[in-house]
């Protein structure tokens, strides 16, 4: 949503380390392994990554960032990089609860023909399992299991959380939204409001 009302490019670190594994590339062997075993990708791969894709044109004008910075170090690299290019930054903040974001997750399934989406507690296909699209049975993904995920959340609390603290410390500007039990579109208008949407017109939001 916010790619579309600012029109600029939505880059996730997670579909570009997915898009890396599905493409089998020798160095992705290893980062497969990484995001199986929950423990997340090292901060070296994943900023070079980051800034090699920041650095293609259609960034030029301004990027949403997700999934990244995830650790301090990749929050210090990403921070110099901004400062060096003049970019303004705005921190989102998403708070959800512990236990929502686990059945959440749990939930989750996706169509390995079209990539779409679902949620079984929140955003259901019509038939049961079934891709809406194209009636492809859906799967739960490698990363999305009970103990990956109970895996993925210590690592947010070890590395995650931190990376807050320093943001707010450093002075960056931190919009937080809680976005426990609205749907996508409340959340985003809530986004919007708090960022006070100076940088698109309003009738494309
Ligand atoms: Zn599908």
């Known amino acids: 949503m916010l790619e579309q009302c600012l029109g600029?490019?939505?880059?996730?670190?997670?579909?570009?380390?997915?898009?890396?594994?599905?493409?089998?590339?020798?160095?992705?062997?290893a980062v497969a392994?990484?995001?199986?075993?929950?423990?997340?990708?090292?901060d070296e791969v994943v900023n070079l990554m980051v800034e090699a894709r920041l650095s293609e044109p259609d960034a030029?004008?301004?990027?949403?960032?997700?999934?990244y910075p995830r650790t301090l170090s990749q929050a210090d690299q990403l921070c110099?990089?901004?400062?060096?290019?003049?970019?303004?930054?705005?921190?989102?903040?998403?708070?959800?609860?512990?236990?929502?974001?686990?059945?959440?997750l749990t939930g989750r399934r996706q169509c390995p023909r079209c990539g779409t989406l679902y949620n079984l507690a929140t955003q259901p296909p019509r038939v049961d399992e079934v891709c809406?699209?194209?009636?492809?049975?859906?799967?739960?993904?490698?990363?999305?299991?009970?103990?990956?995920?109970?895996?993925?959340?210590?690592?947010?609390?070890?590395?995650t959380r931190?990376?807050?603290?320093?943001?707010v410390s450093a002075g960056r500007r931190v919009i937080q939204v809680?976005?426990?039990?609205?749907?996508?579109?409340?959340?985003?208008?809530?986004?919007?409001h708090a960022m006070e949407c100076n940088d698109c017109s309003k009738d494309r939001c």
């Open 8 to 29: 600029i490019p939505h880059i996730s670190t997670g579909d570009m380390l997915r898009d890396r594994i599905r493409h089998a590339a020798e160095a992705g062997t």
């Open 80 to 104: 110099k990089y901004l400062d060096r290019r003049g970019i303004r930054e705005v921190v989102i903040y998403l708070a959800v609860d512990y236990n929502i974001v686990i059945a959440r």
């Open 60 to 67: 030029a004008a301004g990027f949403v960032l997700d999934g």
């Open 162 to 167: 931190p990376v807050l603290d320093y943001i």
């Open 132 to 159: 809406d699209l194209d009636g492809e049975s859906l799967v739960i993904r490698d990363d999305d299991n009970a103990e990956v995920i109970r895996e993925r959340l210590d690592a947010y609390d070890r590395q």
């Open 33 to 42: 392994a990484t995001m199986q075993s929950g423990a997340l990708v090292s």
């Open 178 to 192: 809680d976005a426990s039990n609205d749907p996508p579109e409340t959340v985003y208008q809530k986004i919007c």
